[in-house]
């Protein structure tokens, strides 16, 4: 079954509010999804610019660059956060996997009491479960990392073609 959200619904319940930006042309017209489409290539920035400028006429280009503008801006600011987010994440994780790996090994609870069957089986799915989180928190936090360097180089492309 397929729901479908008038925006300020998407928002509550996303938490953040899609950016569309409405392109005419002569015979209909293009939605792009900017949480989507961007960071994008070179090749398909200026592509998605030729579009807009060979329909100036009926676009206000100013303005698709104005919202564009400001939506890297934001998306550079909220992903710096998510990045030191996923950092302290990624690290917790990691020492709890460490921790688990060093009870599995020496077979002995932190205060020196031996593990049962029972317990060493719970000790190596948390070190399993532990080391997935880490693994992914790193992962995103990788993303964060280089998306913001991608958004600044369409920004600098904004500013070259606009």
């Known amino acids: 079954m397929v729901y479908r959200f008038c925006p300020e619904a998407a928002e509550r319940f996303w938490g953040d509010h899609m950016k569309n930006i409405y392109i005419k042309t002569e015979h209909g017209h293009m939605t792009i999804y900017a949480d989507q489409f961007f960071p994008c290539s070179i090749s398909h920035f200026r592509k998605l610019f030729k579009i807009i400028k060979q329909f100036s006429c009926i676009n206000n280009v100013q303005e698709i660059t104005e919202q564009l503008k400001q939506h890297f801006i934001e998306q550079i600011e909220s992903l710096d956060a998510r990045?030191?987010?996923?950092?302290?994440?990624?690290?917790e994780h990691r020492q709890y996997y460490v921790d688990y790996g060093n009870i599995i090994e020496s077979g002995?609870?932190?205060?020196?009491?031996?593990?049962?069957?029972?317990?060493?089986?719970?000790?190596?799915?948390?070190?399993?479960?532990?080391?997935?989180?880490?693994?992914?928190?790193?992962?995103d936090f990788k993303r964060s990392t280089r998306q913001p360097e991608a958004y600044k180089k369409n920004l600098e492309l904004l500013e070259q073609v606009g």
């Open 83 to 91: 990045r030191k987010r996923e950092a302290a994440k990624y690290w």
């Open 108 to 139: 002995k609870h932190p205060n020196g009491v031996k593990l049962t069957e029972e317990e060493l089986k719970e000790f190596k799915a948390k070190y399993r479960d532990a080391k997935s989180w880490a693994h992914g928190f790193e992962m």
